[in-house]
């Protein structure tokens, strides 16, 4: 009897081992294509779906899933300088970002690629095309610049975080409180 005893519990805790080795698999995958658990390294989602960015509670963007591999890298480049002090005159391994140095460093070569070096506002005024990218958008001029990147504004006026520096904003609109809305500019097919 007790033999037989050992014998089901032993099976009863290999169904058991079998059965959480077999959920520890399904899960995460199921969550990962319902858009929920990401891999990032910050321990939030690295993508959403949908068109457009969102805007995580600790500040952070989430780059849409659609979004091509340069716009995700100018997402991940901005959320990487966030932390960082309004500085004028700054980026560039400085303490702190001014405007040109936080959207230099998001569409440099450290972000979306579309710069091989950095850029003041007036800079930005004049290069690329005119009007609005499919995805990225910049707006400068010889005073100002920042930049809209799938649907949110990465800017060091009047981020949503309410900290002086670069952040991120979910209200695109008050970007035009320092720079004009003709002034959007874009490059290629971003």
Same mark, same amino acid.
């Given at each position: ?11 009863? =805790?290999? %169904? ?6 077999? @959920?520890? @698999? ?8 319902? *858009? ?6 910050? !321990? ?10 969102? @805007?995580?509670?600790?500040? +952070? ?9 340069? =716009? ?11 932390? &960082?002090? $309004?500085? &004028? ?7 702190? $970002? ?6 230099? &460093?998001? @569409?440099?070569? +450290?972000?979306?690629? %579309? ?11 004049? &290069?690329?095309? +005119?009007? +609005? ?5 910049? $707006?400068? #001029? ?6 809209? %990147?799938? *649907? ?8 949503? #975080? ?12 008050? !970007?035009?409180?320092? =720079? ?11």
């Amino acid at each position: 009897m007790k033999s037989e005893q050992t014998n089901f519990r032993t099976r009863t =805790v290999r %169904i058991a081992g079998l059965c959480a080795c077999a @959920l520890a @698999l399904v899960i995460p995958g199921q969550a990962l294509a319902d *858009g929920g658990v990401g891999t990032g390294g910050d !321990g939030g989602d690295r993508e959403t779906s949908g068109a457009k960015a969102k @805007l995580k509670a600790n500040g +952070k963007a989430i780059a849409p899933a659609s979004a091509p591999r340069r =716009v995700k890298d100018a997402i991940d480049a901005a959320n990487r300088i966030d932390k &960082y002090r $309004y500085e &004028y005159g700054g980026g560039h391994r400085a303490r702190g $970002y001014d405007c040109s140095g936080a959207v230099s &460093y998001v @569409l440099g070569p +450290k972000g979306a690629r %579309i710069l091989s070096s950095p850029m003041t506002s007036g800079g930005f005024a004049g &290069y690329g095309r +005119k009007g +609005k990218g499919n995805w990225i958008t910049w $707006y400068g #001029d010889s005073g100002h610049v920042f930049v809209v %990147i799938a *649907g949110l504004r990465f800017d060091t006026s009047m981020p949503d #975080d309410g900290d002086s520096g670069p952040g991120w904003s979910k209200d695109v609109s008050q !970007g035009f409180a320092n =720079v004009s809305k003709k002034a959007a500019r874009h490059k290629g097919s971003l």
